[in-house]
């Protein structure tokens, strides 16, 4: 079974600029599968952050942004606020109505 | 926009059965699917299965699948998540979510119902 990939952990200083990437642990990412990403405190939902690679959802700062970068979908924060420190997570759509979740990248802004 | 409230935290004992719900308002399109996700103490996201209320038809995991009941009542908007004979590895929280029109994006989110399960 594809495993989807994400960094367990990341470090950005304030104001920064930080990438996370959602991985395939086979094969190529693309705007076929749909990716998105949520943001994620502890005891929360979810937060919907970016869906169908790079619209940003209704309220979402625009310092989020998603993309392609390579055979990965990514995350970028530009210009990270403390407020940012949480979790991310990304799911993929893997054909035949199933998706999966990638294990989460906990940022930490230092 | 659709808002999706989830009943109540349960206290089960192994063996026991149980059925939470998620109740969407708002823009209540019929064509939407409900989809579940669990979240176990202290880990990430897992996708269990979606269900298309207009006609129940579902769709699992292959993790989830046999573990688990998806049910919906399109005259209430309602989905369900339901299991027969609960094991203190069915603990974690449990989240609802609704994607957008076109199926593929998951974008509303129910509040979470934390399930425990414990002798």
């Known amino acids: 079974q594809t495993v989807v990939t994400q960094e367990p952990s990341f470090s950005v200083s304030p104001g920064g600029t930080v990438t996370l990437t959602c991985g395939l642990s086979?094969?190529?990412?693309?705007?076929?599968?749909?990716p998105s990403w949520y943001q994620q405190t502890p005891g929360q939902a979810p937060r919907t952050l970016i869906y169908?690679?790079?619209t940003r959802s209704s309220g979402v700062p625009d310092r989020f942004s998603g993309s392609i970068l390579g055979n990965k979908a990514a995350l970028t924060i530009t210009g990270a606020q403390a407020e940012d420190e949480c979790h991310y997570y990304c799911?993929?759509?893997?054909?035949?109505?199933?998706?999966?979740f990638g294990g989460g990248t906990k940022l930490t802004v230092l | 926009e659709v808002r999706l409230v989830q009943s109540g935290p349960e206290m089960k004992k192994p063996g026991e059965s149980l059925t939470i719900s998620c109740k969407a308002s708002?823009?209540?399109?019929?064509?939407?699917?409900f989809a579940w996700v669990r979240q176990m103490p202290g880990k990430g996201l897992e996708w269990m299965g979606r269900?298309?209320?207009?006609?129940?038809?579902?769709n699992y995991s292959p993790s989830f699948r046999g573990h688990v009941t998806i049910s919906a009542d399109k005259s209430i908007t309602t989905a369900y998540l339901q299991w027969s004979s609960l094991k203190a590895s069915d603990t974690a929280i449990y989240f609802c979510?609704?994607?957008?029109?076109?199926?593929?994006?998951?974008?509303?989110w129910g509040q979470g119902t934390l399930v425990t399960v414990s002798s």
């Open positions: 979510a609704r994607p957008t029109r076109d199926g593929y994006n998951y974008v509303s």
């Open positions: 708002g823009d209540t399109f019929t064509g939407y699917y």
């Open positions: 269900i298309d209320p207009s006609d129940s038809y579902t």
């Open positions: 169908s690679t790079n």
């Open positions: 086979s094969g190529s990412v693309s705007t076929s599968y749909y």
């Open positions: 799911v993929l759509y893997m054909g035949g109505a199933l998706w999966v």
